[in-house]
């Protein structure tokens, strides 16, 4: 694309470095910016230098927040014996959704990656393991997303935890409710074979 | 979605404030910035300021440009006599492509549409009159596309002109280039039936 401006060529590249827009795409919104008033593009712009200079993570689960410890880690209504380790804040955002979780959460920033050069030392395991040292927690789950990389994970996190006093789980892989099983893929319908349930306890889980 | 964090929150509004882009999206281009270097932030942000604040348009077509002169109005080996009536700049980058025009342009803005709020005052309708009215322009090619707005423009443009000493075309429509009959709509096959071309001149064409 030649463009007949370097400021707006510029912003169109930066625009497009983000995951997901293209040249074309960034070309569409910086378009629409400069349509409307001056003061859209600066609230934006602030937004971004805000969140991205004066960001602050949870000290215990280092979870996005604005103050020293989160919402969830400060409730007293919270159960702090039980440990749900996940990915980053929008698994937080999910689980919180679903109003069956009363533990408090962990957030490694992350997957093992050594494509994308993300090794145990770009996480928040270790402080993960010295949490668990303290002897407060009686349960880990994992959930993770179940993938070669969250697979990884799992099993490194689940070998520095070895000789401590922890039980560890991880989150069940079956047929989604309100699934057909002539669509579901073969691992996870073996899976949710494999790993049934006393038909009791699906009874209570509703 | 509740956020643990209005930092957070404030940056994912203003992202989703952007065309195309919900609060799913948002996010994800959001946390995808705090994984990264600050200074990809900063770059971002430095270039949407700039282009907002320090955009300027040509004065003679109103496309965005750095200078005063736009380098297509300002180029001697330019037409002055045929000028092509666009939308905006991605019109001229897309006929700029096709190396077929060797004219000048003039860019509206956008087009007349009541739904939006559009008038004709806030288009550069104005100028364009008064540059057919020095008597320098022979044609006017309208090239907005085909919709009940750009053809209520092209319209209330013509009105403008009535009693000026200039032609004005509009460009063809019809079948694309490789495209099969069959699938073509009607309206644009009726089209390019009523408005058929000699044969000699669809072999000049290439």
Request: charged share 25%.
């Given at each position: 694309?030649?463009?007949?401006?370097?400021?707006?060529?510029?912003?169109?590249y930066e625009m497009s470095?983000?995951?997901?827009?293209?040249?074309?795409?960034?070309?569409?919104?910086?378009?629409?910016?400069?349509?409307?008033?001056?003061?859209?593009?600066?609230?934006?712009?602030?937004?971004?230098?805000?969140?991205?200079?004066?960001?602050?993570?949870?000290?215990?689960?280092?979870?996005?927040?604005?103050?020293?410890?989160?919402?969830?880690?400060?409730?007293?209504?919270?159960?702090?014996?039980?440990?749900?380790?996940?990915?980053?804040?929008?698994?937080?955002?999910?689980?919180e959704n679903t109003s069956?979780?009363?533990?408090?959460?962990?957030?490694?920033?992350?997957?093992?990656?050594?494509?994308?050069?993300?090794?145990?030392?770009?996480?928040?395991?270790?402080?993960?393991?010295?949490?668990?040292?303290?002897?407060?927690?009686?349960?880990?789950?994992?959930?993770?997303?179940?993938?070669?990389?969250?697979?990884?994970?799992?099993?490194?996190?689940?070998?520095?935890?070895?000789?401590?006093?922890?039980?560890?789980?991880?989150?069940?892989?079956?047929?989604?409710?309100?699934?057909?099983?002539?669509?579901?893929?073969?691992?996870?319908?073996?899976?949710?074979?494999v790993n049934r349930i006393?038909?009791?306890?699906?009874?209570?889980?509703?």
């Open positions: 694309m030649e463009f007949s401006s370097k400021l707006l060529e510029n912003a169109v470095q983000l995951p997901g827009i293209g040249k074309r795409t960034a070309l569409r919104l910086v378009l629409h910016l400069l349509k409307r008033p001056t003061e859209q593009t600066q609230k934006l712009t602030l937004a971004l230098d805000h969140l991205r200079n004066d960001i602050k993570f949870c000290t215990n689960c280092h979870n996005i927040s604005d103050v020293e410890v989160c919402e969830i880690c400060a409730s007293p209504r919270r159960d702090r014996s039980l440990v749900c380790v996940v990915e980053d804040i929008r698994d937080v955002m999910a689980i069956q979780y009363k533990g408090l959460y962990h957030v490694l920033g992350g997957k093992i990656s050594p494509m994308e050069g993300v090794g145990p030392q770009d996480l928040t395991i270790g402080p993960l393991v010295e949490k668990v040292k303290k002897g407060e927690i009686k349960e880990l789950i994992f959930a993770l997303s179940s993938t070669m990389e969250g697979d990884t994970t799992n099993f490194y996190i689940y070998k520095q935890l070895e000789g401590l006093d922890v039980n560890t789980s991880t989150i069940a892989r079956g047929i989604s409710v309100g699934d057909e099983l002539e669509y579901a893929d073969e691992v996870t319908l073996g899976r949710s074979i006393p038909f009791e306890n699906s009874l209570k889980a509703n």
